[in-house]
């Protein structure tokens, strides 16, 4: 029974040993790197036209928010408001 147990023991000792040599092999090449990317186009600076028209509406949209929030409206509701108020439907 002794040798039966060590022919065993070796053989799963041997196994053991044995697979550890496919976890150690060389994985493949990574591929070639990609070029970088091109930096973005600098923004051109807003026209004064623009940073005025852009400040009214940031102020309307707040003005509807306001509006939204004094009626107690919500979710869904708040949205479409919001949008008719923009819009100066409401």
């Known amino acids: 029974m002794k040798i039966l147990a060590r022919i065993a023991v070796t053989g799963a ?3 053991a040993l044995g697979a550890t ?3 150690q092999a060389t994985a493949p ?3 070639a790197p990609e070029a970088p990317a091109k930096p973005a186009a600098p923004k051109k600076p807003m026209s004064p036209e623009e940073m005025a028209k852009k ?3 940031s102020a309307k949209a707040k003005e509807c928010s306001a ?3 004094a009626q107690g409206l919500h979710g869904k509701a708040r949205e479409e ?3 008719k108020c ?4 409401e």
């Open 13 to 15: 000792f041997v196994f």
């Open 67 to 69: 509006k939204a929030n």
């Open 21 to 23: 040599g496919f976890a």
């Open 55 to 57: 400040k009214a509406m």
């Open 86 to 89: 923009k819009a100066g439907k």
């Open 29 to 31: 090449a990574p591929a």
């Open 81 to 83: 408001f919001r949008e």
